[in-house]
């Protein structure tokens, strides 16, 4: 038997890199409930309450122990009342009023179906559901729609991505990247980021960071796998954004500002290992596939930067915003997925994540 844990003796600090959040979400009821709170705000460009969602439901993830009564948290940090108040609403009847509203709600259901899309944004979703449309087959079926390249095949695989990557077939990936960047360079360091390196065993992408050691030998690399995948036949989809890293910016105020790195996002082909991939029921034209279509980004760093890169990529959202907070307001520095900035004192050379750690003070 484990000790129960009590709401008394624990402590939850209000930084989510200060905090330990185990894999299964014990409170995922209220958990849901917050994040599509924190989804429904960022439907309507809300920046502010939905940080203030997603900042609470970090908060309530990190908990070792069911919530119970009001009074497991009362004393939890970035709680406010009216999220006070579902949580009472969840405690009293399994469900929020307030929640169910937005659930059930047009814009939210036709936003969460258009946003999912590879390639659709928020700008998209808006001018698509103005024109009055409400379904992915009102998508599919219009004679009067325009798309982007990413955006058509986004739909053409719709299925296969909407449906999750299993951790089989990110190993299945990372193995397949591994063989082909060092059949080129030999000592290439190639890591599995995002979820599954936080232990997640499912994800809507396989994240991956590149790097060697020998200098400027990096540069090449993303081109040259993505041709070996062309010539494998393996390439659906790919989109390669060049490097935009300017040596002498300092790191970004924009606490979620994106990186400088090369990078391509792709939607490779993966041969089915066995038949049942899916999480999901598949449908007839994906049981009759021997393959499945997966999204893969590929992200290149200078060895100096791996790094920050590594720590930035691995997420969660709430971990690296909070993280980037830490250092800003408890350390007077900046931290992006590029560098650790002391002021005028530009750090280099970080080798391990943990140096990265110590020198913020936390881990
Ligand atoms: N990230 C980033 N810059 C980008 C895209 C993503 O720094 N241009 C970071 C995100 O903040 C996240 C991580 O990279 O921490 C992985 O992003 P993503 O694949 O979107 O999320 P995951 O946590 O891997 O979750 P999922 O399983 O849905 O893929
Ligand atoms: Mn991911
Ligand atoms: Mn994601
Ligand atoms: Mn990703």
């Not at 390196?197 to 992408?205: C, P, T």
């Not at 720590?311 to 307001?329: C, I, N, P, V």
Request: net charge positive; hydrophobic share 35%; aromatic share 12%.
């Amino acid at each position: 038997f484990n000790t129960p844990v009590s709401s008394s003796c624990v402590r939850v600090s209000p930084y989510a890199c200060q905090r330990r959040t185990p894999l299964r979400d014990i409170n995922r009821i209220f958990t849901d409930a917050f994040d599509i709170m924190a989804e429904n705000y960022e439907f309507w460009e809300s920046k502010g309450p939905r940080v203030a969602y997603q900042r609470a439901s970090a908060v309530l993830k990190s908990l070792p122990f069911p919530i119970v009564t009001m009074k497991d948290v009362e004393d939890l940090p970035h709680l406010r009342e009216e999220m006070k108040y579902i949580i009472e609403e969840i405690i009293e009847d399994r469900k929020s009023s307030k929640v169910e509203e937005v659930r059930s709600s047009e814009r939210y259901k036709s936003f969460k179906i258009f946003t999912s899309i590879f390639g659709v944004g928020l700008k998209t979703t808006e001018k698509w559901y103005r024109m009055g449309y409400r379904t992915l087959e009102d998508i599919t079926s219009s004679n009067c729609l325009k798309f982007t390249s990413m955006q058509k095949h986004g739909l053409l695989y719709y299925e296969d991505i909407a449906s999750y990557v299993t951790k089989k077939e990110a190993d299945a990936v990372e193995r397949l990247i591994k063989t082909i960047i060092w059949g080129f360079v030999s000592d290439a360091i190639v890591t599995v980021t995002g979820g599954f390196r936080r232990g997640k065993n499912i994800g809507h992408d396989v994240d991956i960071l590149i790097t060697c050691p020998q200098k400027r030998d990096e540069i090449q690399i993303l081109h040259k796998t993505i041709n070996s995948l062309k010539k494998m036949n393996l390439v659906l989809f790919h989109d390669i954004v060049e490097s935009t890293f300017d040596d002498t910016k300092r790191p970004s105020r924009y606490v979620d500002s994106l990186d400088h790195f090369q990078k391509s996002f792709l939607i490779l082909q993966l041969q089915k290992e066995e038949e049942n991939t899916y999480i999901h029921k598949p449908n007839k034209s994906e049981a009759q596939r021997s393959w499945k279509a997966i999204r893969v980004d590929l992200v290149v760093t200078p060895y100096e930067q791996y790094a920050f890169a590594i720590l930035g990529w691995t997420g969660s959202q709430q971990f690296e915003r909070d993280l980037r907070r830490f250092a800003s307001h408890e350390k007077k520095m900046m931290l992006d997925n590029h560098a650790l900035y002391d002021k005028s004192k530009h750090l280099q050379c970080c080798e391990l994540q943990m140096i990265v750690y110590e020198f913020l003070g936390i881990g």
